[in-house]
């Protein structure tokens, strides 16, 4: 029997079921089916186009080896621990050759909801992890719902290993869905933010492509790769016996030209008032102590922007305190400097720019930023670069020069100390406030976490910085920063793949979730829950897309209107989400919403008890809008 | 000058008769909540509470403000003003830092 007839009598056999069960199952059955009771046996004609026209194989087109088996075998000499993906039929003999010939482990199948899921995951992990995870991906539709996850990993520079499946040949592709599913170019409609995508031909060509876009990922600037498999490639039979698996070699990250360190350290040392701004400079726990080496070489305060660059407690950590105009900003993997320089400027300073941005751009998508005059531009990894930079700026520091660094050292660590005296002040303001501030929400989770190897898998942008403000980062992996482009949808998928990779080190993954990211695909959660993910999520539960809410509020004011409408299309709160069971039906713990900060502390004690039991757990906590 | 004298008066006036429980509808209503968190203790915005801005200054800067988008009569008047400006006053201020065990354990 063929497909379509082995699917016409399942839908026959279906009735028939329907008819002969006992009467509790007929119950549940129709339950389970429409309001009426009613099974919709599916028409051949919509039989037909779901199966997109397929003959089932015979016997005789059984093929034992096929292509798939070896593309299994080069991904598994890239080290891939996972893979996300939701299924689709253009990967199927991929699909079935990871979890059978490659028994589903290196690469290990991650069941996700949605394709932007996948490769959020992706990039949550690889930021904790240092090297890319795999998302499996459905010919176009899946690959545009992979889009948005594509471009944040892309702006983040986050190295996310793709892997799409194509109907290549129109000759043999299947009537129905297999044209919808299909592209000529199928990588063209994410190209602009994909550093790198090839369409292998062959199975040597698929070795080759699939090494080569590892270590393009992974070379900074970082960012996600795409091959396209091709459905017929996938599924024809293997019968070459001279293929071979290219060996990966690193690149070396690009460091600064010794002329160019010089300079900037004769700068540096010299400097009276030197800042070092951090956005993505540190890639691994050694960029960490790098930048504490140098800032203390030079008694420079450490701005940390976005990523776990520098230490929170640091007495250097910070811009200075106030009144300190810097004279030589040194700028780390800063994605827009525009505004710095034009301020360093205007008051006589120098910028030193060290980042391997403008080494890897493109002109369409304009993540890049508004160009900046700089002093010194070295088209460098600043991490690979510090080493140099360190041993140039010890060399050239003299008696004299030290003793103004200490000098200044004392006045930043007096700065460094008032300003944390003053978030802790500030952190009092609206203590006992329902719905409950995240100044609270921050503190109460401290001492439950501090003596744990902890990680804040989410970013802090939504919740005004309270943890950094509050809590002691000095590790690399204790924060993973944001969303790359500002896309939402990222938080709650990020945080589960960090998680993921958090899990075999013993971690506890805190996650600080705001409710609008969220709601973009919720079933990230049932993948966690699924593959026993160990993830503490916090609702930020703000009932909204709350910046928003004060975008449109700025806009009735300019337009002498008032804000009172403001809510819509900005709120989430008629009717109210109900995050504890949405966690609970997704098969997790879940509890809330916890509005009496007193009862804030019990409940995420439960919740941690959970985590640590290695599942993960939700607490809806409905908070202040900031 | 004599229009700021005239706003001044006129809101002085309108405060007298300041009604917080209604000023606490319009604090929700206006999108207040926004940036100062639902009572006032601020988050993007500033904190509002204790409020020590005389009624009459207060509705000039919520008139006129620097950072914060403006509120004209045209969007609310001098007495939906007042009302907030009593609501907020009505609001008891946020205990000491240094009486808060969870705080003084992170100096």
Redesign the interface.
């Known amino acids: 029997m063929n497909r379509r007839g082995f699917l016409k009598g399942t839908a026959a056999g279906a009735a028939a079921l329907a008819a002969d069960v006992p009467a509790g199952r007929a119950q549940q059955t129709a339950e389970n089916r429409g309001q009426n009771g009613s099974a919709p046996v599916p028409s051949a004609e919509t039989l037909e186009r779901d199966a997109g026209g397929r003959e089932a194989p015979t016997p005789s087109q059984i093929i034992e080896h096929p292509s798939s088996d070896f593309m299994v075998d080069v991904l598994k000499s890239l080290d891939l621990e996972y893979l996300g993906s939701n299924p689709g039929s253009t990967f199927e003999s991929l699909h079935e050759s990871l979890i059978n010939y490659g028994g589903n482990t290196m690469p290990e199948f991650l069941t996700c909801c949605h394709e932007e899921s996948a490769v959020a995951m992706a990039h949550g992990y690889a930021k904790i992890e240092g090297k890319p995870m795999m998302a499996l991906l459905h010919g176009t539709v899946g690959l545009q719902h992979a889009a948005m996850a594509i471009y944040n990993a892309y702006a983040d520079r986050v190295p996310v290993y793709m892997v799409v499946g194509n109907h290549e040949d129109a000759a043999v592709r299947r009537p129905g869905v297999e044209w919808y599913h299909s592209a000529q170019d199928l990588a063209a409609m994410v190209r602009d933010f994909v550093k790198w995508d090839d369409r292998p031909e062959s199975l040597q060509h698929f070795a080759d492509s699939a090494v080569r876009a590892y270590k393009i990922a992974m070379t900074p600037p970082m960012g996600p790769v795409l091959i396209v498999a091709n459905h017929e490639l996938q599924g024809r039979p293997n019968t070459q016996t001279n293929l071979r698996i290219p060996r990966l070699t690193p690149t070396a990250p690009p460091q600064g030209d010794s002329a160019s360190v010089a300079q900037s350290a004769r700068l540096l040392v010299a400097a009276e008032r030197p800042l070092i701004i951090a956005q993505r400079a540190a890639r691994t726990p050694n960029g960490v102590k790098l930048l504490v080496e140098l800032a203390e070489t030079l008694q420079a305060p450490v701005e940390n922007q976005e990523r776990m660059n520098f230490p929170s407690h640091h007495p250097l950590a910070g811009s200075g305190g106030a009144g300190y105009q810097p004279d030589v900003t040194l700028c780390l993997e800063v994605n827009d400097i525009s505004t710095t320089a034009r301020m360093a400027r205007a008051r006589g300073g120098k910028v030193i720019n060290i980042s391997s941005l403008g080494l890897y751009l493109k002109s369409n998508i304009q993540d890049f930023g508004r160009y900046a005059d700089v002093d010194i531009d070295m088209g460098a990894d600043a991490e690979a670069t510090l080493p140099a930079l360190i041993e140039e700026c010890k060399r050239l520091i003299t008696p004299d020069r030290r003793r103004a660094m200490e000098q200044r050292g004392e006045k930043l660590a007096a700065a460094h100390k008032a300003v944390r ?1 003053q978030s ?10 329902s ?1 409950i ?1 995240l100044a609270r929400l921050s ?2 989770l ?2 439950l976490i501090k003596n744990e190897d902890w990680s804040l898998v989410s970013w802090q942008g939504f919740i ?1 910085n309270w943890p950094n403000r ?1 809590w002691k980062f000095d590790k690399h992996h204790q924060y993973i920063g944001g969303q790359g482009a500002g896309g939402m949808g990222y938080g709650a998928p990020a945080a589960v793949g960090a998680a993921l990779a958090n899990r075999k080190r013993g971690r506890l993954s805190i996650n600080i979730q705001t409710d609008g990211d969220l709601n973009y695909a919720p079933g990230v959660l049932w993948t966690a829950a699924h593959h026993r993910v160990p993830l503490l999520t916090i609702m930020h539960n703000n009932r909204g897309y ?1 910046m928003e ?2 975008f449109v ?2 806009q ?3 337009h ?5 409408r ?2 819509i299309g900005t709120k989430l709160w008629d009717p109210e989400i109900d995050y504890a069971k949405m966690a609970q039906a997704y098969g997790m713990y879940g509890e809330g919403p916890i509005s009496d900060p007193k009862d804030l502390a019990p409940a995420l004690k439960r919740g941690i008890e959970r985590v640590k039991k290695g599942e993960p757990a939700l607490i809806d906590v409905v908070t ?3 | 000058m004599y229009r700021v004298v005239a706003l001044l008066t006129f809101a002085a006036v309108a405060a007298m008769g300041a009604d917080a429980a209604k000023g606490k509808e319009l604090y929700v209503k206006y999108s207040c909540y926004a940036c100062h968190s639902f009572d006032g203790h601020g988050g993007a915005g500033a904190r509002l509470v204790p409020m020590k801005l005389m009624a009459p200054v207060f509705t000039a800067y919520v008139r006129s403000p620097r950072v914060m988008p403006a509120y004209r009569e045209k969007v609310m008047s001098d007495a939906e003003l007042a009302d907030v400006w009593a609501y907020l006053k009505s609001i008891p201020e946020s205990p000491p830092a240094k009486s808060i065990a969870l705080l003084e354990e992170l100096r």
């Open positions: 005296e802790i002040e500030q952190a009092s303001f609206g203590w006992d406030s719905p501030s503190a109460e401290w001492p005004s509050l709350h809410v004060m509020e700025q009735a004011s300019l002498n209107r008032g804000a009172e403001a809510h202040q809008p900031r």
